[in-house]
Each structure stands twice: as structure tokens, then as C-alpha cells.
């Protein structure tokens, strides 16, 4: 299925934006996934953005290396960096008189019912409100053992507590392989049915140095949106300007039925 027939049939979507897509060298990525969150607002579809990139912006305002063992850094980066960040995507939105509004998550605040639902008011208010919702993991304040770790897995539960139609998943891959794309032989999977172990593909956890996780994440991710109901496109950010012709490669993860 087409990327634009899936978009057509969703009517709320959750585009999910890694730290190496819009960082470092891929800045003017995100002025592209503001003009097609646009773009989704203008065919009615109601556009909720999970956001990595704030340790990765802040880094290299200090002349700092992100290291996964520097916790005490890490939190001081985040909190340097979420500020920058949101300055970024207010910039970008207000080139189409829109503004976007801030959501920090811990993995306590999704675990538990009261402070879940609080989220899901803010979310769905804010969408009243015609703003763009902007989550992020609060890093500022996780811990190396109540964390995501991961903005897919951080994706997967939002998609699923705001009942998402369908969650976007851009990476620096264009879907899902046999194995890892640069090997040879890697073919591409187009499609994933629900409840498809793939145990016959070879994965990687692998990440770049500005950002967390890589197929293995995405896949978990994938997988647990699947399960809360919530359809899955995984593609590459370069691809974000095809999206809506539906002529880029993708992967289709099926989701189950929605109780």
C-alpha cells in the first residue's frame, strides 16, 4: 500500500523525528517535516511530533562529545538543548502562522494512569487548540534506569495512548531489510503482517554519534505500536517530501484490531 493511501485513511498521526535528522549536517531537515506536518494539517489530519535532538544540539554549543556514561552531562545538555530545539520548530511553524507546544515525558509519567491521562488531556487540548504537540523524553531528569533510552520506544507509547491512526517513523534507512542494508544481498520488506516474528531477517542496535538505537529499536517500537492498534510506516527522512505521493520506499508495519 501507497504511503499517500495510508496517510488518506489515518486521521490522527504521529510523525517520530531521531536526533540525526535534524542535527549536526541535517538542519534543514526540520523545516522539512514542519512543511509536511503542514501539509498533513491541511488534509484535516490532526499532527503529533516525537522530537529527539536536544542533547544533540546542545553539544556542540559547548564543544562537548555525548557520552552514554556522563549521566550528570547528558541531563545538563538536555536542558540546554530542549530550549534550542523548541526555538528551532517555533521558527519553522511560525512560517505558517503556527506554534507549537511542549510535552516532556518520563517513563514514570506514562506507567502511571493519572499522570497518562494528565499527558493525554494536554495533547488532545493542545490539538484542539490547533498547536503542534512537541514530545520529547524530559532527559533532564531521567535516569540510566527508568528511562526509554529510545524516542521510538517514547513514540510507540504516545501513539498509543493518543489512539493514533497510523505512527511515521523517519530514520536515516528507507524501511526494513532481509538485513542490514549495506550488506550484500539485504532485501528490502515492503510489508510486515501483524503477529510476523521475523525471526528469518539479521538486524543491527547499532547508532550514530548522535542519537540512540537504530533497527532493532525502530522494530521493538514497531511492534508495540502494532499492538496497541497503531499502523507503522518506517522510511528515511529524505524521504519526508514524497511521503504524500506515496512514491518513496517504505516499510508498512499492519497493526492488530483496535479493541
Known amino acids: 500500500m501507497s504511503t499517500a ?89 511560525a512560517r505558517h502562522a503556527l506554534i507549537p507546544g511542549q510535552i516532556l515525558l518520563t517513563v514514570e509519567n506514562l506507567d502511571q494512569d493519572q499522570s497518562s491521562l494528565n499527558a493525554l488531556k494536554a495533547i488532545e487540548r493542545l490539538l484542539e487548540l490547533g498547536v503542534v504537540p512537541i514530545i520529547n523524553e524530559n532527559d533532564s531528569v531521567a535516569t540510566h534506569e527508568i528511562r526509554f533510552g529510545d524516542n521510538d520506544q517514547l513514540a510507540a507509547r504516545v501513539s498509543t495512548l493518543a489512539r493514533t491512526d497510523l505512527m511515521i517513523l523517519l530514520s536515516d534507512i528507507d524501511g526494513l531489510y532481509t538485513k542490514p542494508p549495506q550488506d550484500q544481498g539485504a532485501e528490502h520488506i515492503s510489508t510486515v503482517e501483524f503477529g510476523d516474528s521475523l525471526n528469518s531477517i539479521e538486524v543491527s542496535g547499532t547508532s550514530t554519534g548522535y542519537g540512540t538505537g537504530g533497527a532493532l529499536t525502530k522494530l521493538a517500537a514497531a511492534r508495540l505500536a502494532t499492538i496497541g492498534g497503531v499502523g507503522v510506516v518506517l522510511t528515511s527522512t529524505a524521504n519526508v517530501v514524497e511521503l504524500l505521493s506515496g512514491d518513496c520506499k517504505h516499510t508498512w508495519f499492519e497493526p492488530s484490531s483496535r479493541p
Open 5 to 93: 493511501d495510508l496517510i488518506s485513511s489515518a486521521h490522527r498521526v504521529l510523525v517520530k523525528v531521531g536526533s540525526s535528522s535534524i542535527t549536526g549536517d541535517q538542519e534543514a531537515n526540520l523545516d522539512l517535516i514542519v512543511d509536511f506536518t503542514v501539509d498533513l494539517k491541511k488534509l484535516g489530519k490532526e499532527v503529533i511530533i516525537v522530537s529527539s535532538g536536544a542533547i544533540a544540539t546542545a553539544a556542540p554549543l559547548l564543544g562537548l562529545t555525548i557520552r552514554s556514561d556522563d549521566l550528570p552531562t547528558s541531563q545538563a545538555l538536555a536542558s540546554i538543548g530542549q530550549a534550542k530545539l523548541m526555538g528551532r520548530y517555533e521558527k519553522s511553524l
